[in-house]
């Protein structure tokens, strides 16, 4: 169906770049692929080359995995929150703008 499949999940992957004003935290001993952040390393070596993971590896992945997990859900609690309150601040303007609503 794509003549150039193999090329386009070649490209697929997104570059890891670690900026001048940052340290380099860990390098991949698979592709050698450099990471500003040990948490970004980890995730990749689980996600990538799961199959050659150590038991070590393989706990990092699992507890960078567990953190990730545990500050998206943070972050989506902080959103709902947000609607929440815009929601709110949303219908008390439009019951002031009534004419005074229920205040």
Do not use: I, N
């Not at 948490?39 to 993971?53: K, W």
């Not at 567990?66 to 609607?83: G, Q, T």
């Not at 949303?90 to 229920?102: E, P, Q, S």
């Amino acid at each position: 169906m794509f003549p150039d499949a193999d090329r386009r999940d070649a490209h697929a992957a997104p570059e890891t770049a670690v900026r001048d004003d940052e340290t380099v935290a860990a390098v991949c001993p698979y592709c050698r692929r450099p990471f500003a952040e040990r948490e970004a390393h980890d995730l990749h070596l689980g996600e990538r080359h799961a199959d050659a993971c150590s038991a070590a590896e393989r706990d990092a992945y699992d507890a960078a995995r567990e953190a990730e997990r545990d500050a998206l859900f943070y972050y989506h609690l902080r959103v709902v929150a947000a609607l929440g309150v815009l929601y709110a601040v949303t219908v008390l303007l439009y019951m002031v703008a009534l004419g005074g609503g229920f205040l």
